[in-house]
């Protein structure tokens, strides 16, 4: 992984910050929650105490009838399609009975359904009706009551038999609707409202279950609905942006009053999109995500509203009607003289908080993207300064490796205060050590050529005298040996003599315009009698390779090549010489069969000294590692370069020239 991508992956580390912002954000979004829960909790008992104070009319602690309005008038005929609606309010004093109760401004209307299959049916006006199925309707009014017996022996209208002598302001008679299915009976009447009972008793009666439905014994309740005088109360008293509803103590809704409209709304944002996005992610999956408890209900039953039935304040959020808007719903317990009497609702609409909370967010993600941004900029910007340094310094030292030397003032980055300063000047002294070395290694072989020749020399005068002193047979052997010896001293002085007059040669040499395909093509034709049965190949161009530089150079490099081919070759291998013009380069490839190159030796074949020598090579003949060398440095004369690699079945030397530089006098 380059330096840079690296430094990009350090910049993702600042995304801790938004990620620390955003809980932050929740966190001061925590603290404003519980502010404003506070706050409407504060309001709610203040109402609970106001309501006392006023003296309002507040419920009791029992169970009670409660009555629903309606806005239309029931017409009473046993059918179930004016009470649909209401059905899911429907009240269960037993299993398997529902009761209804419903009233316009004239009438007070009840249906009765009673889940009973044996049809022990009787009119009420019979006598034995009291021992078959009916339903005993107790009608309370101040300390005045009446009782009366509903029954039926078929479907369709019924009139009610008092039980009690008649009593004033409450109804004389009652009739309704009977509807038996079989299954069921369903009981439908009115009663008007100027007669009608404060407390209402329901007692049902089977005839083959007596003890079912505690034995018709009535279950006297008192009736309630929704206030008017509570409403308005619970209006004057709540605060504006504030809806107040009064339960009883069994969940139903007495006197609701006030709006949840916000009387200043928060100016809209604009980027809507991106904020309702946020707070879906963000902000809304804290939220309750059942919806706000919905206006003209007369029952609430829901957990948070149970808890407060209980004696227990509590607080919750909900999602709004609108996008973007939360609800929160407190609910207390309606405490009156230590007695809880029921619950108040407070429901408070808010706009302003989700949007802060949103803009809050928005704001921190805009600026974290900005710091990730110029960050992530910042650190590319310094990632490529620091790779060009480096690449500069590695191109430096790659040039010091090819050509074994470099001066110190072109070395760049030694003046630099940092780091790479300090390596830059660390390389220069190894590469000042380095080519000092080079350059003794260099005068080695001349030094070494000159100081042997005159020990060298002494030797063979001293093999020669020896010759003809007359030494005894068993010694010429040990004679001979010596005089090979000495022979191969002298080729090893010479060859090394030979590079040394190599170099010496290239400094001075003068360049000329040739044909180096006829250069190729002349030494190629002298080979073939030097590789005996071995199969020599020539692949050169018809058409002329013009070149500037020296052919005599050019050859010896050739030689140097052919030679090295030759020692690795077998008798009956072969040995390619090829010349390729590639736009304004020359190249030279000398292959052939033999065995492959070491791999952690190819790239320094071409050093001074360097020799490998294994199967093939041809005994007797001395190898420093000269030849190689000299074409190298034939190459790099003429802005060229060498190289060498292992072939499918065999090794290539290759040899690139480009031209000898041109003198200003030329």
Known sequence: MTLRRKLLLVALSTLALPWAGWLYVRQMEHLLRNSQEQALLAIAFALDRGLVAVGADLPNTGQNWYVQRVTQPIVVDGSERDWASMGRWAQHPWQGVAVQLANDPAWLYMRIN?????????????????????????????????????????????????????????????????????????????????????????GVFDANAPTRFDGGKPDLRPLLSLSPALSNDLTQLAPSGVRVRLLSADGWVLGEGGSMLEMHKPKPSRFPWLQRVLSDLLVVPSLDQRQHLPRDIPHLSEPDVQQALDGQATANW????????????????????????????????????????????????????????????????FATWLSVRIGRLRDAAEQAQHHESLALERLPLVDDRDELGDLARSLSRLLEYIGTYTEYLRKLASNLSHELNTPLAIVRSS???????????????????????????????????????????????????????????????????????????????????????????????LDKLFDNALSFTAADGWIR??????????????????????????????????????????????????????????????????????????????????????????
């Open 114 to 202: 009673v889940a009973d299959a044996t049809q022990t049916r009787l009119d009420a006006q019979d006598a034995a009706a009291v021992e078959a199925d009916h339903v005993v309707l107790q009608l309370v009014r101040g300390n005045r009551q009446r009782s009366y017996l509903l029954s039926s022996a078929t479907s369709g209208a019924f009139l009610a038999r008092p039980l009690d002598a008649r009593v004033h302001g409450l109804p004389d008679q009652i009739s309704g609707q009977w509807m038996d299915t079989g299954k069921a009976y369903q009981i439908e009447l009115r009663i008007p409202r100027a007669q009608a009972p404060d407390q209402l008793g329901i």
């Open 318 to 381: 909900r999602g709004g009607d609108t996008a973007g808007s939360v609800v929160l719903t407190v609910a207390v317990p309606l405490d009156v003289r230590g007695q809880n009497r029921g619950a108040l609702v407070l429901e408070q609409s808010s706009q302003a908080l989700p949007l802060l909370t949103n803009r809050a967010l928005l704001g921190l993600m805009l600026a974290s993207v900005a710091v990730l941004l110029i960050a992530g900029a910042v650190l590319f910007a």
């Open 463 to 557: 093999l020669e005298n020896l010759e003809h002193a007359g030494l005894p047979p068993d010694a010429l052997p040990y004679l001979t040996r010596a005089r090979d010896g000495a022979a191969r001293i002298g080729a090893i002085v010479r060859a090394m003599s030979e590079a040394s007059r190599m170099e010496r040669a290239m400094a001075s040499a003068d360049g000329e315009d040739m044909d180096l395909a006829q250069v190729v093509r002349g030494c190629a034709e002298a080979y073939r009698s030097l590789s005996g049965a071995r199969d020599l190949q020539c692949v050169i161009p018809d058409q002329p390779v013009p070149l500037y530089g020296t052919p005599e150079l050019i050859a010896q490099a």
């Open 577 to 666: 010489i090829a010349l390729e013009r590639d736009d304004d380069e020359a190249r030279i490839v000398v292959s052939n069969k033999g065995p492959h190159l070491p791999e952690s030796m190819q790239g320094q074949l071409f050093d001074s000294l360097i020799s490998v020598r294994g199967v093939g090579a041809k005994a007797g003949t001395p190898h420093l590692g000269l030849g190689l060398y000299v074409v190298r440095l034939v190459a790099e004369l003429h802005q060229g370069r060498v190289a060498a690699h292992n072939d499918e079945d065999g090794v290539s030397f290759e040899m690139v020239l480009r031209g000898m530089r041109r003198r200003e006098s030329e």
